[in-house]
Structures are given as structure tokens and as C-alpha cells.
């Protein structure tokens, strides 16, 4: 069974940095893409950043680029995203996203989310 | 980037009634769209992908078309536990940009 768990949500003021963390099970890891999407309080879902099965090919949207850093170690199947330079309009709902095989594939298993409160 | 617009972002409907969603992509992007599913404080649930493709359990009753720009959700006999609020994405290029929603209440 597929699990992707989330951690690492908290409240930060802007400015600041948090790391978050999603561990890996019931899959090679190291063969899929895996992505972060967000969801502010009230809102749309919006696509984050992705990142290649082997780390080297990684993704972002305009509104985190230069900020956030998406990472993964294949060898604890976990899957990062710092951000730093938090402002209030990062405040969120995290989620951790597998993608299904191949270069056009939909998200098929997604996190339970962690929550990000970017506040002063 | 991309852009998609989902159309309508509310719909109100009973159950049993057909239902439609549209989704339009400002440049083409061929058939690489996504639909999911979203029920209040739960993570998004994969419907279709490849415009058309039904992912494995859901019911035959979602289905998708399109390809290009245009591309439709359908649900052929709306149940309660459909009302929830549905997202396309475009899998063409990134970012994969989502549509803003469209909310499925009952009438």
C-alpha cells in the first residue's frame, strides 16, 4: 500500500524558513517523480514543484523560484521541500504527491498534508 | 506558462441529474489533462488522466473527453457522494498548472 506522510508544517513568521519532509512506502521510490501542491485556506489547489526519480531534474512554479529547494534521498525514500523567504501568502495546506510513470503522468497517490501558517 | 479555466466555478444540481465541466487550456496541450476530485478536508483523489482515461475504481460513471484545448468532465448520473469540488490539471509541460475548481453542490 502506498503512504506518503507529510511533517515538518508549522507556524513561522515571514521571513523565516521551514523543512518540510514526506517518507515514502509501498513503492520503488527512486522510479516515480514526486511533487509538492499546495492549498491556501479557502482556495484552489495550486502545483508547487516536482522533482525526477533520480533528483537531478526538478521543477518549480514562478511564485516559489528562487525560495524553495526541492530535494529527495532515494536511499531513506523521503522527499524535502525548504523554503525559505516564507511570506503570509505561503500560508497552506502542504500536500506530497506521487506521480504516476512516465513524463505526462497525473499525480496518483497524494499525502494526508501538513500545514504551513506563515504569520507575524 | 499554461493557464486553465474551468467552467462553471458552481454548480448546483440533484441527484441523478447529468453533469458537466469544462476545462480550457490557453495553448494546446494535447490530451496530457488530469481530473480529480477534492471533498472538504481531504487530499484530491485522481478521476481521469489522459483526458480520457478512467483511473483504476472509479465509477464508470465519470467520464472525459477532449484533447487540444477543450476538454470536458462528464458525470452521467450524479450521487450524493459525488458533491465535492473537481480540479483539472495539464500534464503537457511545467509548471502543471491546475484549474481554479468548480464546486458541485446540491440543489
Known amino acids: 500500500e502506498v503512504q506518503l506522510l507529510e511533517s515538518g508544517g508549522g507556524l513561522v513568521q515571514p521571513g523565516g524558513s521551514l523543512r518540510l519532509s514526506c517518507a515514502a512506502s509501498?513503492?520503488?521510490?527512486?522510479?516515480?517523480?514526486m511533487s509538492w501542491v499546495r492549498q491556501a485556506p479557502g482556495k484552489g489547489l495550486e502545483w508547487v514543484s516536482a522533482i525526477g526519480g533520480g533528483g537531478t531534474d526538478t521543477y518549480y512554479a514562478d511564485s516559489v523560484k528562487g525560495r524553495f529547494t526541492i530535494s529527495r534521498d532515494n536511499s531513506k525514500k523521503t522527499l524535502h521541500l525548504q523554503m525559505d523567504s516564507l511570506r503570509v501568502e505561503d500560508t497552506a495546506v502542504y500536500y506530497c504527491a506521487k506521480d504516476s510513470r512516465g513524463y505526462n503522468s497525473p499525480v496518483d497517490y497524494w499525502g494526508q498534508g501538513t500545514p504551513v501558517s506563515v504569520s507575524s | 506558462d499554461i493557464q486553465l479555466t474551468q467552467s462553471p466555478s458552481f454548480l448546483s444540481a440533484s441527484v441523478g441529474d447529468r453533469v458537466t465541466i469544462t476545462c480550457r487550456a490557453s495553448?494546446?496541450?494535447?490530451?496530457?489533462l488530469a481530473w480529480y476530485q477534492q471533498k472538504p478536508g481531504k487530499a484530491p483523489e485522481l478521476l481521469i488522466y489522459a483526458a480520457s482515461t478512467l483511473q483504476s475504481g472509479v465509477p464508470s460513471r465519470f467520464s472525459g473527453s477532449g484533447s487540444g484545448t477543450e476538454f470536458t468532465l462528464t458525470i452521467s448520473s450524479l450521487q450524493p457522494e459525488d458533491f465535492a469540488t473537481y480540479y483539472c490539471q495539464q500534464l503537457n509541460s511545467y509548471p502543471r498548472t491546475f484549474g481554479q475548481g468548480t464546486k458541485v453542490e446540491i440543489k
Open positions: 509501498g513503492f520503488t521510490f527512486n522510479y516515480y517523480a
Open positions: 495553448q494546446g496541450i494535447n490530451n496530457y
